[in-house]
């Protein structure tokens, strides 16, 4: 079964590849060249015939032959007569020298040049520019604005000078309100209202016309026909409470509408909203929105000032002096405490009124085993006690020790 062989083996100049005559691997790729008589062309795979002739790349005698170019080379043919300029002389062509022959036609103002082939006439005398040698070799002017295409601008005329020329603007006459065109070839109309020459007044817009302009009355005016100006329309008067939903106030060509303390001017410039003053946080604790302005309120424990935005701590103890508390008010932001004295007294679940702590039921005493704990208000005694005969102590009290004595009969 046959197999491909791998690209890196593949011929790129198999069957002569892409080119058109000789084809030379390199580098895997291949290139491409011509036989001598040909060039390649810039596709690079093409090749084309030189023309060796037209080149000058020949070997031919040009004084009695002449170069015929052929596929890939030329030919050499022999004269059999001689061109214009030349003579035949031992089988080949020599130039004549038609200045010392005098078959010229050079005027008495010029020197004959001998060139091959042929000859030129040279002006023996130099012109300045702007002139030029006339048939024979005198310097005559040039005249620039027939012989030069276009050599003034449109809208201007040329001038011949000796020398040189010049350009003329061409007169041209534009009626009131025209002017002539920069070309100078057409008259165009001035734009009196971009110009600043009309005479428009305040509250008049100016209109452009073809060769005038006209005034006419802004929106918002009106032209008066006394006074043959044009005056501002007083909106608010003309349509009173149809513009705005609050406040209307006439400006310059228009109006304009305004709100109350407390509204703000929508969006569709004439309708009020209610601002929500509470946004921007103006009372020290609780704030109320409320249609065109807004309420602050204070929390319990607190009073409103004067201001109606700053909130003022209530000092209960003051204003109930001793109704609160059965022994100490103390006040606190917003609210106030009760105490009681530091020894002997603890605060009751109401937390108004103190109770008497009991120390020897609770046994927070001091008394030693031989006193007997007391509690009083607020505090507690120990005290010490002994029997008087026939008498024993039994828990805090006395009683009485009966002896018996038998006795016989």
């Known amino acids: 079964m046959p197999t491909t062989p791998p690209p890196d083996l593949l011929d790129p100049c198999e069957g002569n590849g892409p080119c058109a005559q000789r084809c030379s691997p390199v580098a895997g790729q291949p290139l491409c060249s011509c036989f001598p008589g ?9 090749c084309e015939d ?46 004549i020298n038609e200045c010392t022959l005098g078959n010229h036609n050079c005027g008495a103002g010029f020197e004959c040049i001998n ?24 310097c005559v002017d040039i005249d620039e604005c027939r012989t030069v295409s276009q050599p003034c601008s449109s809208g201007f005329n040329c001038v011949n000078t000796i020398g040189s020329y010049t350009c003329q603007r061409k007169i041209i006459l534009c009626g009131r309100g025209y002017h002539a065109s920069p070309d100078g070839t ?17 509250g008049q817009l100016c209109n452009n016309l073809p060769g005038t302009y006209r005034c006419d009355c802004k929106a918002g005016y009106q032209y008066d026909m006394f006074r043959r100006m044009c005056v501002d329309v007083n909106e608010c008067w003309r349509y009173p409470g149809r513009l705005c939903a609050q406040t209307c106030e006439n400006t310059p060509g228009s109006y304009h509408c305004s709100c109350t303390s407390g509204f703000s001017l929508s969006s569709d410039g004439k309708n009020c909203e209610d601002v929500n003053e509470c946004l921007n946080n103006p009372c020290s604790q609780e704030c109320a929105n409320v249609y065109g302005s807004f309420q602050c309120y204070c929390k319990q424990g607190y009073y409103l000032r004067e201001d109606g935005l700053t909130c003022e701590d209530i000092d209960e103890c003051s204003q109930s002096v001793g109704h609160l508390c059965a022994f100490k008010c103390v006040n606190v932001p917003g609210s106030y405490q009760c105490s009681c004295p530091e020894h002997g007294y603890s605060m009751s679940p109401n937390g108004r009124s103190c109770k008497d702590i ?52």
């Open 38 to 46: 040909f060039s390649l062309l810039a596709d690079g795979h093409s």
């Open 50 to 95: 030189i023309n060796e002739c037209l080149l000058s790349m020949h070997t031919c005698h040009l004084s009695n032959e002449r170069c015929v170019n052929t596929l890939g080379h030329f030919t050499c043919e022999k004269y059999v007569t001689c061109p214009a300029g030349y003579q035949l002389r031992s089988n080949m062509c020599e130039d």
């Open 115 to 138: 060139t091959v082939g042929s000859f030129s006439c040279r002006a023996r005398l130099r012109c300045p520019g702007g002139f030029t040698h006339d048939t024979r070799g005198q």
């Open 186 to 202: 057409r008259c165009i109309d001035i734009d009196e209202c971009q110009t600043g020459v009309h005479r428009c007044g305040e």
């Open 358 to 409: 009991d120390e020897c039921a609770l046994g927070a005493h001091n008394c030693t085993i031989e006193e007997t704990c007391y509690n009083i208000q607020g505090g507690f005694r120990c005290l010490s006690f002994s029997c008087p005969p026939n008498y024993r102590r039994l828990s805090d009290t006395c009683h009485c020790n009966l002896a018996f004595r038998w006795m016989d009969e």
